[in-house]
């Protein structure tokens, strides 16, 4: 009901727009008619539709792209957040000096655990080159939850806690030094950005579509080109240097 309505009406309809169905049909293995099939039927629902909202310019870029919509009808709609880079930096003093002693550096996924977002990529790269100081704490459920958990049994310095009440994440939140985004494919946004930052976390991000955005426009965390590179960067050094800014 609720989809033939959309058909019918949206011709007086704002669509906020999340990202294309079919492409990260396509990145999570779906077979190629599955993926055409949603591609016909996400152009069906956006056809007509006067005007569009976006979270990011790289998600705008998506639909001009993929649909041909005119630029000028895709408005760029961000959360509004209240953001002090100083209170970031006394609450991450804090958190340094809890674990001063013992130098541990604690970072935090939580995340779906499907493959777009590239935590598995992550795991794997950390296990190479990651810092022996560093505790990694992942959460999410997701179709790779099984996969997620045993890769993350390979290794003593990271953590899997699957599914948690929102107080238990909290408090790993509040611990944890850095947020690790380390997406491969169709990232609008990066909600979980906003959501570390109520916990005063340093978000670690991949160059993934809308997330450099997002970095540029608060002025806090660091953009790399792949989840190597982000593994390779958690440690005091690069906490201490967040502070010293």
Not at 75 to 83: D, L
Not at 137 to 150: Q, Y
Not at 189 to 211: H, S
């Amino acid at each position: 009901t609720g989809f033939m309505a959309l058909l019918l009406y949206r011709r007086k309809c704002c669509f906020f727009y999340h990202g294309p169905g079919f492409q990260e049909a396509a990145v999570e293995g779906a077979s190629p008619l599955k993926v055409a099939l949603i591609y016909l039927l996400e152009a069906a629902i956006l056809s007509g539709v006067p005007s569009y909202r976006t979270a990011s310019q790289a998600f705008r870029r998506r639909l001009i792209e993929n649909h041909g919509f005119p630029r000028g009808r895709i408005e760029i709609v961000r959360p509004k957040i209240a953001f002090d880079v100083e209170l970031m930096k006394e609450i991450l003093a804090s958190k340094i000096a809890m674990d001063r002693d013992s130098r541990i550096v604690r970072a935090v996924i939580c995340r779906r655990m499907v493959r777009r977002v590239g935590i598995i990529e992550f795991l794997g790269a950390f296990r190479e080159v990651g810092d022996d100081n560093v505790r990694i704490d992942v959460i999410g459920t997701g179709p790779l939850s099984a996969e997620v958990a045993l890769v993350c049994a390979r290794d003593p310095r990271v953590h899997f806690h699957g599914s948690i009440c929102d107080g238990r994440r909290d408090e790993i939140y509040m611990r944890a030094i850095f947020n690790i985004l380390p997406t491969l494919h169709l990232e609008g946004l990066g909600m979980a950005i906003y959501e570390g930052l109520r916990q005063g976390t340093i978000p670690l991000v991949t160059n993934c579509d809308g997330m450099p955005e997002v970095i540029e426009e608060i002025q806090w965390g660091r953009c790399f080109g792949d989840a190597r590179a982000i593994a390779g960067a958690i440690n005091m050094k690069e906490a201490e240097f967040h502070l010293s800014q």
